[in-house]
């Protein structure tokens, strides 16, 4: 209050005062019954200048008086979201208001504006709601996910993927996610409340690397909006090997002719075996079986990388005419895996034998009438060659 009054003025103000008192209490009361009527809702990123309510008529304020009562909102914000027209006291909205921005993830949001008049000074308080509208997708921190997924583990196992964010709040944020539909995994959702859901993977079907190496998935977020919105990754699994897979040969049966005497570093076959695995646990190395004879050793070779077999020694068809050799072909895992097969030879017979000729009986001398047919000597011819 002013100074200088004088005693009259004073008497005059201390009975206003009074009247202020009595009219705050009812104030009091009455903004309670009417904090409670006062209340707007208005959605969120509507065009700046919509209606948000009729604040002078819903308070009962006289409409004339508003200007020269200084009708308005007092706020600490530099760029208020709402304001009121002194001229027909309506409650407009300042500027685009995103609901993410005012109020985060709460459920829901209230904004309370403090109205003030002056001259008898009044306050009222009203209440914006403001609603969520479905503004935003799901995303996702990243395009791609990559996992790396050992070819041995067994069905049921799990692996957390990367979770979705959507800003809007209540049913418009991620509601469930889908998994593109495959063979070997299928989605598991957990949901962990206020945190949101968390999208697993599980194996369903074993792994096999040499099936398939890797695998492409998409996961989605959906949004509870009608339509929902969604929001991709992809998912990359790569499929780590392990050595489950023993070389094969390429083909069943081995067999091959070769001639007797062939020179020494001549092919008698070249085999070949492959292996599914990566890596060294898919090279091959070639070697003669264990079990096979010492002395087939000094006839052949094997090249360990090449599987080509040649002639180490002197073949004679004379000696044997067929030779059935166990090869094998190994891996190089740290437990080698090994298939066995046999390789057969059949020699074939070159004329490298002159006819020799042995006389049994000979007689030294015939008598002059001996009649023809007599036996004179037994001869007999043998060539070691066979056939021609
Ligand atoms: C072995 O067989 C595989 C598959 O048939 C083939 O790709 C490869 O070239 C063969 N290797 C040799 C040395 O013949």
């Not at 309670?32 to 006062?38: L, M």
């Not at 309510?53 to 009708?71: E, F, I, Q």
């Not at 002395?295 to 030779?323: A, C, H, Q, W």
Request: some cysteine; charged content about 25%.
């Amino acid at each position: 209050m002013a100074s200088g009054l004088n005693m009259e003025q004073r008497g005059y103000e201390r009975r206003r005062a009074r009247g202020y008192l009595v009219g705050c209490v009812l104030a009091v009361l009455l903004w309670r019954v009417a904090s409670a009527q006062i209340r707007y809702s208005v959605s969120e990123e509507v065009n700046e200048g919509t209606v948000v309510g009729n604040v002078a008529k819903d308070l009962g304020l006289d409409k004339s008086t508003l200007k020269d009562r200084k009708y308005r909102i007092v706020s600490s914000n530099a760029d208020p979201l709402f304001h009121v027209n002194q001229n027909d006291g309506i409650l407009y909205v300042s500027r685009k208001i995103d609901r993410e921005e005012v109020c985060a993830q709460s459920s829901t949001c209230l904004i309370n504006l403090k109205t003030v008049l002056e001259n008898p000074l009044e306050v009222h308080y009203v209440r914006v709601e403001v609603l969520d509208i479905n503004d935003h997708s799901p995303t996702f921190a990243d395009e791609e996910q990559i996992l790396e997924i050992s070819e041995s583990v067994l069905p049921g196992v799990r692996f957390p993927l990367q979770h979705a964010r959507d800003p809007d709040g209540g049913p418009f944020s991620v509601q469930q996610y889908k998994l593109s539909p495959n063979d070997y995994f299928r989605l598991e959702v957990k949901d962990k409340g206020e945190d949101g859901k968390i999208p697993i993977l599980v194996v369903q079907k074993s792994l096999d690397r040499e099936a398939a190496g890797s695998h492409s998935l998409v996961l989605t977020a959906l949004d509870g909006g009608k339509p929902p919105k969604s929001g991709d990754i992809n998912i990359i699994v790569n499929v780590l090997d392990i050595n489950d897979n023993a070389p094969v040969f390429t083909t069943d049966v081995y067999s091959v002719m070769l001639d007797e005497n062939a020179p020494v570093g001549t092919t008698v076959i070249q085999v070949n075996a492959t292996d599914s695995d990566e890596g060294p646990n898919g090279e091959v190395v070639y070697s003669f079986s264990s079990i096979v004879n010492r002395r087939l050793l000094n006839l052949f070779d094997i090249d360990p990388s090449t599987g080509k077999m040649t002639v180490k020694g002197l073949i004679d068809y004379e000696e044997k005419d067929r030779y059935e050799i166990e090869i094998q072909a190994s891996d190089k895992g740290l437990a080698p895996l090994t298939s066995q097969k046999s390789v057969i030879i059949k020699i074939v017979d070159v004329n490298d034998n002159p006819p020799e000729i042995e006389v049994t009986s000979f007689s030294n001398s015939i008598p002059e009438d001996s009649r023809p047919g007599t036996t004179v000597a037994l001869i007999s011819v043998n060539d070691l060659d066979s056939g021609l």
